[in-house]
Structures are given as structure tokens and as C-alpha cells.
């Protein structure tokens, strides 16, 4: 074993004393970080080469700072994304959910269909859509001027700046130019209820923006509004996508009612096959 991973071997002790859900990967992933090698390069790295600065990285990981701010990137599915200070950190679960709309895309007959992401953060689904559907036209809103930020430089620094089109605003209220013609809406939206505050992580709570958190007592605040903004934005069939907490699944189908004019409200599993985002549709015209 060279120094390099010995040292990663007491960093990940001091990691996992620290609470760190996954301290061995978190202490790989800064030293491929600060040492400029991907996670399976660390033994090549040579004794002499080692950078001290690998323990300051150490200390702010165990200080509860996210991983993605320490190295400034998040990888979502195809994407490597920049993130920091003022911008939500994308989770692997809401991944699944954009599986979904891209296969959902794909099977809709339309040249060049339209798309809403409602919560921007750092572009990750409005980019991932735009990159796998490569003839979708996709809008973004983001009410948080930090966010906005990423969300655009991630935009930019992707390539996809010609279809991909970021809009600073609240979701509730975003897009009333877009009424009645979007094919597809897709939304992570605020869903933590504040009760919850105490048992929230602190590389959540700490440091994701509280508005792309909290969703009132409940949590559900805000997803009882997108019911109004799908049933607005969309056009007749289009469908629509709303992450939700885990033990939400059970509630939220009952906000898209079909006396609204929605069908097919069906739950659907993450990777831990939890309960974790609900799709539907708007009812054709001629039912």
C-alpha cells in the first residue's frame, strides 16, 4: 500500500467518527479530487506527490461541508455538473424520475416536444433532458438568484444554451406565455417538512437552499400548487412529473384528482424502492 492510501485509510475513520454516511468513498473521492486522478488512480499516485492540502479537504468533509461543494462538481447520470454555495445539490434518486420523462418523451409522437422544468437548482434535469432528447425545447425556472446562476453557467458549459432557456421566477406563477402547450412538466420541488428540521442531515440543512427544502408542516405546500401549474401549463395528454418525499406516496396521488382532469396517477420506486415521484396526465380533450 503506497502513503496516498494509507492516508485515505485514516481519513476514512476520522470520516465515519464524524457521522459521514459513506466515509470510505467520500475520502477516495477527495483524494482523486486534490490529486487530480479518478478514484481507481490513487495507488499510481507516487509518496512524494502527496498534496497536504488532502487534509484541509478532510476537515471540511468532516465538518459536515457537502463533498459537491469541496470539489465544486456533482455527477448526475451523463452529466458533471458545477455546484457550490447557494445552489441544491442533485440527488441520485431524482434520476430515476427523469428516466421517466426521457422514456416518456420518446414515446410521444411530437417532432420536437416542449418541456417545463419547474425548480431549476443546477440544471441537472432540464440539461439532461435537452442532451438525451436532443430535439426537445426545454424551460427552466429558478426563484432563487444564486441558483440561477449555476443553473446558467451549467447550461452554458454543457453546449446546450440553444435549447435549454433558464427563466429567473416563482414556479407557481412562471410561463404564462407557455399555457395550454407544454408536453411534458417535471418538478423537484420543496417537499421536507419543517417538523423535520432536527433529523435533516447537516450537509442538507445547512447548506442546500432553504426555499429548495422546506414545504411547510407537511412538506406538501408547494406540490398542492403544482397540481394548479400542471393543470395550466400543460396541453391535453401531456404528462407531468413530481419528485416527493418518501413517506409522501401515499397523499400526493389524491391531489391529482380526475374531476381536475387528470388520469393515469400512478406512484413510482427509486433505487431503494421507495415511493418517490408521481406521474400523470392530463385527460385528451374528448374525454
Same mark, same amino acid.
Given at each position: 500500500? %503506497? $502513503? #496516498?492510501? =494509507? /492516508?485515505?485509510? +485514516?481519513?476514512?475513520?476520522?470520516?465515519?467518527?464524524?457521522?459521514? &454516511?459513506?466515509?470510505?468513498? =467520500? !475520502?477516495? /473521492?477527495?483524494?482523486? $479530487?486534490?490529486?487530480?486522478?479518478?478514484?481507481?488512480?490513487?495507488?499510481?499516485?507516487?509518496?512524494?506527490? $502527496? =498534496?497536504?492540502?488532502?487534509? @484541509?479537504?478532510? &476537515? +471540511?468533509? @468532516? &465538518?459536515? /461541508?457537502?463533498?459537491?461543494?469541496i470539489t465544486g462538481h456533482a455527477y448526475f447520470r451523463y452529466l458533471e455538473l458545477r455546484v457550490g454555495p447557494g445552489v441544491f445539490v442533485p440527488r441520485p434518486e431524482t434520476e430515476i424520475m427523469v428516466d421517466w420523462a426521457i422514456e416518456t418523451l420518446r414515446s410521444m409522437d411530437v417532432a420536437d416536444p416542449l418541456v417545463v422544468d419547474l425548480g431549476a437548482g443546477s440544471g441537472a434535469i432540464a440539461i439532461s433532458i435537452a442532451q438525451e432528447v436532443p430535439r426537445s425545447r426545454v424551460h427552466t425556472v429558478e426563484i432563487e438568484p444564486e441558483a440561477l446562476k449555476w443553473a446558467e453557467l451549467n447550461i452554458r458549459?454543457?453546449?446546450? *444554451?440553444?435549447?435549454?432557456? &433558464?427563466? !429567473?421566477?416563482?414556479?407557481?406563477? !412562471?410561463?404564462? /406565455? #407557455? =399555457?395550454?402547450?407544454?408536453? #411534458?412538466?417535471? *418538478? %423537484?420541488p420543496p417537499y421536507v417538512p419543517t417538523r423535520d428540521g432536527e433529523v435533516i442531515p447537516p450537509e442538507v440543512r445547512d447548506y442546500d437552499p432553504s426555499p429548495s427544502l422546506w414545504s411547510g408542516e407537511d412538506g406538501l405546500d408547494m406540490i398542492r400548487d403544482l397540481e394548479k401549474v400542471g393543470r395550466r401549463l400543460l396541453r391535453p395528454g401531456g404528462a407531468m412529473a413530481v419528485e416527493h418525499h418518501d413517506g409522501q406516496g401515499i397523499e400526493i396521488p389524491w391531489f $391529482?384528482?380526475?374531476?381536475?382532469?387528470?388520469?393515469?396517477? #400512478? %406512484?413510482?420506486?427509486?433505487? !431503494? +424502492?421507495?415511493?418517490?415521484f408521481v406521474v400523470m396526465r392530463r385527460a385528451d380533450e374528448d374525454t
Open positions: 500500500m %503506497n $502513503f #496516498l492510501l =494509507d /492516508e485515505v485509510a +485514516r481519513a476514512t475513520l476520522r470520516l465515519a467518527e464524524a457521522g459521514i &454516511a459513506s466515509p470510505r468513498t =467520500d !475520502a477516495e /473521492e477527495l483524494a482523486a $479530487f486534490v490529486h487530480g486522478v479518478r478514484r481507481g488512480g490513487l495507488h499510481s499516485v507516487a509518496d512524494s506527490d $502527496f =498534496d497536504a492540502r488532502y487534509w @484541509e479537504c478532510v &476537515a +471540511r468533509r @468532516e &465538518a459536515r /461541508e457537502p463533498l459537491q461543494h458549459e454543457t453546449g446546450h *444554451s440553444d435549447r435549454v432557456h &433558464a427563466h !429567473a421566477g416563482d414556479m407557481r406563477t !412562471a410561463l404564462p /406565455e #407557455l =399555457d395550454g402547450r407544454v408536453d #411534458l412538466v417535471i *418538478s %423537484n $391529482f384528482p380526475e374531476d381536475r382532469g387528470w388520469r393515469d396517477v #400512478l %406512484n413510482r420506486k427509486d433505487m !431503494a +424502492r421507495r415511493d418517490r
